[in-house]
């Protein structure tokens, strides 16, 4: 993954860091977080900032076409390690 030119900072005054979104309506578009956010012990700010531009309608329906082709093969991976293959 390429590293932004620019890291934003957020409410807390850390670095954010860049997530992936992995939602219908945003696959595989990136963005800035607090970077506490997967920490349990200190609350996140709410910090949000988007890194790549809004997704096409076409490059939506074409990444979770890619997406679903994605998980059924790892699905039937699975299914095959379980039947000891
Ligand atoms: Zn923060």
Redesign the pocket.
Known sequence: MEMPEVIPI?????P?KLNMSWSNDNPGRRFFE???FSNGFQK??R?FSWFDPPLTPHARVVLLGLLKKVKTLEDARKREEKLGF
């Open positions: 957020c409410y807390c005054g850390n954010a607090c970077k506490k996140p700010c910090f």
